[in-house]
């Protein structure tokens, strides 16, 4: 009796894929490789604020924002993990995959929110440069926000969330995912602005930035051997708006702080400041200008 051969080699039915084994094991050291980066990423500028005891150079408005959007992502990554009606609603809309969010996108979430939480609180605490406060549109944008959360939530809650309802759990942990992607959309702008009006990136620590640039080079790394070389279907791709969306726009802003950083301005001394912290020439020049 003819044996039959099976991808990867093997003429053992009982023998697993080893291309998906492989893919498989990469996928998942790519997940903890972008879960480590973009963890690790927070806590230069946490570190910065708390070696410098103030929070000159660093946007109010890109804190608070991000504060509010790793909530939304928080609850976006849990849901999928912990509930078993938003995972067979997404199966329902889905031709019945399961979706990508695995522990250590929820863990990633957690730390953010609480270290952004931590950075809100220090940003009363330390010292700030002139005039430096959470703008007014950023409130406004917030409030804005904050109210869609709690209409949809609480519309779910008073329907049950169920496939009958006018809103779903799924539809309000999509929600979410919008806000987490609206939030990454703009939170960037108010440091890139601060930036160039201060014509420095003193206070701003670049090395952050870097660790989000690896963080999303392997988000989106994993999201495409998960989707064409395990599952074979791209709409898992297209069904974790948030993760894809996080990698892309995240890269597109942190190369115009990077090119401001590292070619625009450097991390020159602010007069109006009044800092008085040492740093060598390499810290201060940048390398056009």
């Known amino acids: 009796m003819a044996s039959r051969i099976y991808l990867g080699g093997s003429s053992n039915p009982a023998s697993p894929d080893q291309g998906i084994v492989f893919a498989t094991a990469l996928s998942r050291l790519l997940g903890w490789l972008y879960f480590a980066a973009w963890t690790a990423s927070f806590w230069p500028q946490a570190l910065l604020m708390y070696r410098r005891k103030s929070v000159a150079g660093i946007s109010l408005d890109f804190i608070s924002l991000n504060a509010f959007g790793f909530v939304c992502y928080s609850i976006f990554n849990l849901a999928f993990l912990v ?36 950075q809100l609180v220090i940003t009363r605490i330390y010292k700030r440069a002139p005039g430096q406060k959470v703008s007014l549109w950023c409130k406004i944008t917030l409030g804005i926000l904050i109210s869609i959360f709690l ?5 779910c809650v008073i ?115 009044d800092e008085d912290e040492e740093q060598s020439p390499q810290e201060t020049e940048p390398l056009l200008g």
């Open 159 to 273: 329907g049950g969330g169920d496939d009958d309802y006018i809103l779903r759990w799924i539809d309000f942990i999509n929600i979410c995912s919008y806000i987490k992607l609206f939030i990454t959309l703009i939170k960037y702008s108010p440091q890139i602005l601060l930036n160039f009006s201060r014509k420095s990136t003193r206070g701003f620590a670049i090395e952050g930035i870097t660790l989000d640039v690896f963080g999303g080079l392997f988000s989106l790394l994993q999201l495409v051997i998960d989707a064409q070389i395990i599952n074979h279907d791209w709409s898992d791709v297209t069904g974790d708006p948030g993760k894809l969306g996080l990698s892309f726009i995240s890269l597109f802003f942190d190369a115009i702080l990077l090119f401001q950083h590292y070619v625009l301005y450097g991390n020159k001394a602010v007069s109006e400041e």
């Open 83 to 118: 509930s078993e009606k938003v995972q067979q609603q997404y199966r329902n809309t889905h031709h019945g995959q399961e979706n990508l969010v695995r522990w250590n996108d929820a863990f990633f979430a957690i730390h953010a929110v609480l270290i952004t939480s931590w």
């Open 151 to 155: 209409l949809t939530l609480t519309t």
